[in-house]
């Protein structure tokens, strides 16, 4: 059993790591910079287990405004 302080610390952290991808926030600055410099509008995706990225990878959507459109209600 693990001690209560280390509990908390974990639970701490996991509600860092759930608040990230609920703000989208996984992505670094510079990460995003890139992605707007170059317009892409496609779909980004990573496959982590154990605390390591196994793969990741993109679907192309350069300059499209089509999927924009989709989206609107």
Known sequence: MQPSRER??????FSEFRRKVQNA???SAA???LLLEIGFSGRLSVV???GRILK???EEG????RADARLLP
């Open 25 to 27: 926030e996984m992505l």
């Open 31 to 33: 990460m995003e910079k």
């Open 48 to 50: 982590v287990q154990n």
């Open 8 to 13: 908390q610390a974990e639970g701490a952290v």
């Open 62 to 65: 350069y300059f499209t405004r």
């Open 56 to 58: 990741s990878g993109y």
